[in-house]
């Protein structure tokens, strides 16, 4: 069945990739297109910015990106075509509905599976944009509430002594000065307490605040999460997916959210390959169990450090467990595109 996409997200690399190994050969339209403009040998994985700095006009860097979109859809078009007639893509919502397998009978298909692609339910994670929320949540909360406190009294005058304070920080040239600082944070706290009283503000410890972006910054830098539950009476079941941040088509996360939201209230479709299909019962061995059939002094001074390095790798994997690693019955994905699909009859 033909349809209409919206590209939301589109890793052209691996869509190129799999086109490639699949049909040995690449849609070189735009490729011809840019050349004959700009005298510019590239793919279509360009910089539109560049672009346009170099050919010139509006009009037509405006044009070849309209291509480049066009070339998108037809390139994803015809990877879906070809692994949907070698029988290599599924179609989740698909293979579920036609069927007469209860949901558990279902599952156990799933690690069989490679290419799927599934329609539902989804939201997009930005850990970016989380721990940019939570440095400024405070001074956010500050500017909704303290105005309504302005005609209280001490609030002022604690106002009044940061403001004088913060003056005498910026014109004295010793402006590490610790003792003023500390005092000035001392004064701070006080206010926050007093509009904590009068108000519904709430404010976090700062200190908790930094841990928890250092916890972040280690675990899960520049993550950019999205998750998609293709049916809605089994929503534990869900596609967990990883994105690189260049391959969304509007440019930036914060546009996606202008147009969908970070919890879109229109069905999404995602498609790409099972990366990670944890089972009920994990039947993977363990690679550590190499030592198992060894005694503590059968083994080198040096396989004892090794052994040791190894398990402390081992131990990571807890933590990484609260950021997007899949447990079951979820399953991990890397996405080929992520878009918004409307058939036709």
């Known amino acids: 069945m033909k349809s209409i996409k919206d590209l939301i997200y589109f890793d052209y690399d691996k869509a190129k990739s799999l086109n490639s190994q699949l049909k040995g050969g690449l849609i070189s339209k735009l490729t011809k297109a840019i050349e004959e403009e700009g005298g510019i040998s590239s793919e279509i994985g360009f910089d539109i910015k560049i672009l346009k700095g170099r050919i010139g006009g509006d009009e037509k860097s405006k044009s070849l990106r309209t291509e480049t979109i066009e070339i998108y859809h ?15 893509l599924t179609d989740l919502n698909e293979a579920f509905g036609k069927g007469d397998r209860t949901f558990n009978e ?31 949540f405070n001074e956010i909360q500050r500017l909704i509430y303290a105005s309504v406190l302005e005609s209280n009294t001490e609030y002022k005058q604690l106002k009044e002594q940061i403001n ?26 006080n206010l926050d307490k007093i509009v904590e009283q009068e108000s519904e503000a709430v404010f ?20 950019l999460n999205f998750r998609l539950a293709p049916f809605d009476h089994f929503s534990d079941f869900q596609i967990l997916s990883n994105l690189k941040s260049e391959y969304l088509l509007s440019g930036t996360f914060d546009n996606i959210i202008y147009t969908y939201g970070s919890r879109p209230n229109i069905k999404l479709s995602v498609f790409g390959i099972i990366t990670s299909c944890p089972l009920k ?10 030592y198992l059939g060894y005694a503590d002094e059968e083994l080198k001074d040096e396989v004892h450090f090794e052994r040791a390095f190894r398990n402390v790798f081992s131990s990571f994997e ?28």
């Open 74 to 88: 037809e390139l994803l078009n015809e990877v879906e075509m070809v692994l949907y007639d070698a029988k290599i």
């Open 106 to 136: 279902f599952l156990n298909d799933i690690p069989n599976f490679t290419y799927v692609k599934a329609n539902g339910w989804s939201f997009f994670e930005d850990f970016e944009r989380f721990k940019r929320i939570m440095n400024n």
């Open 164 to 189: 004088e304070l913060k003056k005498g920080l910026k014109s004295n040239n010793n402006s590490n000065n610790h003792k003023e600082l500390a005092k000035l944070k001392a004064i701070e706290r």
């Open 204 to 223: 976090l410890d700062e200190s908790f605040v930094e841990r928890l972006e250092t916890f972040l910054n280690t675990f899960s830098p520049n993550r």
């Open 281 to 290: 019962i994990d039947n993977r061995v363990n690679l550590n169990d190499e």
């Open 318 to 345: 807890s933590f990484e467990k609260f950021f997007f690693v899949p447990s079951y019955p979820k399953i991990s994905l890397s996405p080929i595109a992520i878009y918004r699909e409307v058939k036709l009859e």
